[in-house]
């Protein structure tokens, strides 16, 4: 398994960026597909973005599209998720997770590796 540890949330304004990192244990990060999901009080945890391994694939949830970006450093184990645009529904736990299926496969059931979660607040 892959360890993954969230950096990088906190209290945003609506309309405001945060940005999130993950940081991998395992230098086999480079070989996996690395994805945030996020989670609200009383919901189910929800997909947010997926990247490939090499990073030529990227997937959004609608929600998201043209507001986050996610991409990876393989050299140094990290993925990111740059939030822009920041709306009150955003707010949530976002966890980092890892897993061998692909960038437009990834769901939470087929992730097998997941960091702990960083609490992302916006403020209206």
């Known amino acids: 398994q892959v360890q993954l540890v969230e950096s990088g949330g906190g209290l945003a304004q609506t309309g405001g960026s945060l940005r999130l990192s993950c940081a991998a244990s395992r230098r086999t990060f480079g070989s996996r597909t690395m994805g945030w999901f996020r989670q609200a009080p009383g919901k189910e945890r929800e997909f947010v973005a997926a990247i490939s391994a090499g990073g030529s694939i990227i997937r959004y949830a609608d929600s998201v599209k043209g507001r986050f970006t996610i991409s990876r450093d393989n050299a140094k184990n990290l993925v990111f998720l740059q939030m822009n645009s920041l709306k009150p529904e955003d707010a949530a736990v976002y966890y980092c997770?890892?897993?061998?299926?692909?960038?437009?496969?990834?769901?939470?059931?087929?992730?097998?590796?997941w960091g702990q979660g960083t609490q992302v607040t916006v403020s209206s």
């Open positions: 997770a890892a897993g061998l299926t692909s960038a437009t496969l990834a769901t939470r059931e087929n992730m097998g590796s």
